[in-house]
């Protein structure tokens, strides 16, 4: 199977940057990219302010799937092999579970684009990612460095 590296994705711009990244390191690497997407089971119901759950829910599977399809097109055209999954619970915790059942060689988050912001912001969940990783982290910033 070779190598694979893991993305994980929402329906942010940020992330969608992080998978563009990610697929054109498994093109030049020869590796399988892992693209997972994390319902946070706690964000949701803040989200819902405790109500209607169940189209909170529908809406968030709906934005993983719509993160799915996107990566899998760039990875078709990119003639990367891709694969998917989705999970729920704490975001950071998924991931690294994720990595861990798919002997991730590498993980790619991307770096959050704080509206009105000049400077870069890293999110709790990526700092957790970044603490608690046995392998390498990339994090992505939306916009290339100069």
Known sequence: MGEVI???VNDSR???RAAEVAV????RLGANLRVV????DGALGKQQGGSDSTAGARHADAAAEAAFRHVAALGAAAGVQVSLGHRSGRVAAEILAEAREVDAALI???LVDRPGSS???IGSHTLRVLEFSSVPVMVVPLRPGP
Do not use: E
């Open 6 to 8: 893991l993305v994980a």
């Open 24 to 27: 054109d390191y498994a093109r």
């Open 37 to 40: 997407t994390v319902a946070d």
């Open 108 to 110: 790619v988050v991307a």
């Open 14 to 16: 940020a992330a969608f």
């Open 119 to 121: 400077a870069p912001y």
